[in-house]
């Protein structure tokens, strides 16, 4: 197999390791479990069973609990965080560690929030198996200085790469820090996914869909700098796809829905 490069600027995450991973996530069909932004659940489990995969949804902490421990895959998102949700987060991360289930974190707009930022720092030491965010929020992870404003990041993902390897290098995580090229590490390997499109960001839901792709993927077997790489590689792809044929952000969303599709049944 190939190993990735760990130059200053990664290599391309090669065709054939996406394809088959892709196959293989269409085969597996996990079920993931998605603790996420109330804006965006539509969203992501449409996403979700484009791809082959199984969404749920379930909030209530004595169910979340139980179902995490069910489930292939676990998805953390903090975008409409608030005191019960958070009780239900951690419930729902407690019963996943017990059941070895992986689960991802999503930090959305930490950095510019104190109570989203404070209990992201105290989820990194649960030991997520991915952290997927833009680069503003990968620095503002780090204790880095950040532009990042609300959701929107500021910041150049290769600029936040050092931060990511860091921050996967304490956590355990792979990290994947997401813009215009979507950057993947292990903490020490690390590899580049270009093509992302820019009009993904005048659709809402479309990094959030993303993070529970990475979860699923991180339910499958292999290397999980490869799986989650392949992730980022799905939604690269389909969004470029999606994009040349879109008129704009109301035509991009059920595009992008139809070419991950496509390109998830013609790898299996």
């Known amino acids: 197999m190939l190993s990735p490069a760990d130059p200053a600027v990664p290599a391309t995450f090669p065709a054939e390791f996406a394809a088959a991973s892709w196959g293989q996530f269409r085969r597996a069909a996990p079920l993931v479990h998605c603790l996420t932004n109330e804006v965006v659940q539509s969203v992501t489990a449409n996403l979700l069973l484009a791809a082959g995969a199984s969404p749920a949804m379930v909030v209530e902490p004595q169910e979340a609990a139980q179902f995490s421990a069910l489930a292939d895959a676990l998805l953390i998102n903090l975008g409409t965080l608030n ?23 999503d930090p959305v707009a930490v950095g510019a929030l ?22 503003s ?15 929107d990041s500021g910041d150049d993902s290769l600029k936040a790469l050092p931060a990511a390897r860091a921050l996967a290098q304490q956590t355990g995580a792979v990290v994947a820090v997401t813009g215009r090229v979507d950057y993947v590490t292990d903490g020490q390997a690390a590899w580049a996914i270009p093509g992302s499109d820019p009009l993904l960001t005048r659709v809402v839901g479309t990094g959030c869909a993303l993070s529970a792709l990475v979860a699923g993927f991180c339910a499958l077997e292999g290397r999980r700098l490869d799986q989650v790489a392949a992730a980022c590689a799905l939604m690269a792809r389909a969004g470029e796809r999606a994009a040349a044929q879109a008129a704009g952000p109301g035509s991009l969303l059920p595009q992008l829905l139809d070419e991950v599709y496509q390109l998830a049944e013609g790898a299996a």
């Not at 503002?140 to 959701?151: D, E, K, S, T």
């Open 114 to 135: 104190t109570y989203r930022t404070d209990f992201a720092q105290r989820l990194l030491a649960l030991h997520p198996a991915a952290i997927r965010a833009n680069a």
């Open 137 to 151: 929020e990968i620095l503002a992870l780090c204790g880095h200085p950040a532009l990042g404003r609300g959701v």
């Open 83 to 105: 005191h019960a949700r958070a009780e239900s987060m951690l419930a729902a991360i407690e019963s996943a560690n017990r059941a070895g289930t992986p689960w991802t974190l």
